[in-house]
């Protein structure tokens, strides 16, 4: 009887420990896309600042686009399906290096639904902020 009580503890262990390490998939799924992004933006800003021509970030119907960049230079599709932009979807990303603050609020529309914003104050790198739920 007693080894069967411990065994039984060391599972409830076990499985306490396992739903700990185990983390939401939407909440994941959403911060990789933040960061994603935010590395895109910064990625469209160099190579604006490089050629001179403005670049201009926005919403599509497929997933978002830059424009003033060759066809297929940076991506334009998000990598998790229920990801989407509440608010404005339109950022001016050089070539000025000084862009003005500017922010994307991304809401992950799987339940339960999160948002984070990918801002800059116009001088530091586009950078992930933690918001509330809609």
């Known amino acids: 009887m007693l080894e069967l009580l411990v065994v039984v503890a060391i599972i409830a262990m076990a499985t306490a420990g396992v739903s700990f390490a185990m983390r939401d998939n939407s909440q994941t799924a959403l911060e990789r896309e933040a960061q994603r992004l935010a590395v895109l933006f910064e990625s469209a800003r160099a190579q604006s600042r490089a050629s001179g ?35 404005s979807g339109n950022v001016q990303l050089g070539p000025e ?19 984070l914003r990918v801002a800059t104050d116009g001088l ?7 918001l509330e739920s809609p």
């Open 53 to 87: 021509a403005p670049v201009y970030w926005h919403i599509t119907a497929e997933g978002f686009r830059f424009e003033g960049l060759p066809a297929g230079a940076l991506p334009g599709r998000w990598l998790a399906e229920g990801t989407a932009v509440r608010g």
């Open 97 to 115: 290096p000084i862009i003005g603050p500017q922010a994307v609020e991304l809401v992950s529309t799987n339940p339960p639904h999160r948002a």
């Open 124 to 130: 530091r790198p586009f950078a992930v902020q933690a």
